[in-house]
């Protein structure tokens, strides 16, 4: 397969090593230090002292690969826009993009599914419709992901835990191509499952970390002290509890209680999240596709969000004055 990874960073590199290793010829578009780190030194993963390190075809302009079979997408959410402008030369009829990414994505209401809403334009994460264009839905598989990686260096992985990928089609039909995709990256050692509902599964995700993460960047706090606090432990329950009811109208039915969710957090310990992660590396956060689409959600299907818009604004606030959104 001509297999592409736009963005290898910490999740896209750890996919990556696992299809090379499997046998696959892996492309990569990067960019800096990343492109010049790949180019020289190949894509290395870290688990504890082991180094797997696999070669990799990297550059930094798509045009130089082609049509590709399948396209992994893993950035940043405030990267993608980015993205959609140059990833046409990879995509053709038949080429598969495999969005494995936090939040809310833009294809959310595709396939049919959102009852009232469905096929809405989900404003919050694009804007003016250009990453739809540019990825047509008709090409788009959906991923959740649950592993926890980040960089050493440039090109340069450190795998945590877990090991879990989500994939499903929009639609939730199990078509001959996701599950040829499943088997392929079940082949490279992921713990690949087939939703019968992709949104569901983004959903569920959400409603753990659209509250952790973006009060983890306001106060610094690592996973344990935010959870260890009985008033803000109120706060994201009442938030979670409006998503959940949001959920509800869309037809996502979330049977757990927020301290069902809570405990199963508490058991992270000491964890920092990716968003604290992104704000001690200066880095933009994902605000929008975790918290502001939210909002935009709730608006769109009658529910009061006092508590979304309370959390949004402080972590808005926050963010502007960092420089990070």
């Not at 492309?27 to 010049?36: K, Y």
């Not at 959740?144 to 090991?163: I, K, M, Q, T």
């Not at 008033?231 to 329950?237: D, H, K, N, W």
Request: hydrophobic share 45%; net charge negative; aromatic share 4%.
């Amino acid at each position: 397969m001509k297999i592409c990874i736009y963005g290898a960073g910490a999740i896209g590199g750890w996919i990556g090593v696992g299809l090379a290793q499997a046998g696959e010829r892996l492309n990569v578009v990067a960019r800096g230090a990343t492109l010049e780190a790949l180019q020289q030194d190949g894509l290395s993963l870290m688990r504890g002292d082991v180094r797997t390190r696999v070669p990799v075809n990297a550059v930094a302009d798509p045009e130089a690969l082609g049509t590709q079979d399948l396209v992994v997408i893993a950035v940043k959410a405030p990267a993608l826009a980015g993205v959609a402008e140059r990833i046409g030369p990879l995509i053709g009829p038949d080429t598969l993009v495999l969005v494995a990414m936090n939040g809310v994505p833009w294809w959310f209401l595709e396939g049919g599914f959102g009852g009232a809403i469905t096929g809405h334009r989900l404003a919050a994460v694009d804007p003016d419709g250009a990453i739809a264009r540019a990825i047509p839905s008709r090409n788009v598989i959906g991923c959740v992901v649950h592993a926890s990686c980040s960089l050493d260096a440039p090109g340069v992985v450190r795998h945590h835990f877990g090991n879990g990928l989500i994939v499903g089609e929009p639609s939730g039909e199990a078509t001959p191509r996701v599950q040829k995709l499943v088997a392929l990256l079940q082949g490279a050692g992921l713990d690949a499952t087939l939703s019968p509902q992709i949104q569901k599964d983004v959903w569920f995700k959400l409603w753990g970390n659209m509250t952790v993460n973006p009060i983890s960047a306001l106060t610094g706090a690592t996973t344990d002290l935010i959870m260890g606090d009985d008033y803000v432990r109120g706060f994201i329950s009442a938030v979670m509890l409006e998503a959940k009811e949001i959920g509800h109208r869309i037809g996502i039915e979330i049977t757990q209680s927020p301290e069902d969710r809570h405990a199963v957090t508490m058991k992270l310990g000491a964890f920092k999240t990716s968003m604290l992660q992104d704000v001690e590396a200066g880095r933009s956060v994902e605000l929008d596709a975790l918290v502001t689409v939210v909002r935009e959600l709730g608006e769109l299907t009658a529910v009061a969000t006092p508590f979304t818009d309370a959390l949004l604004g402080l972590a808005r606030l926050k963010m502007r004055r960092l420089g990070l959104y």
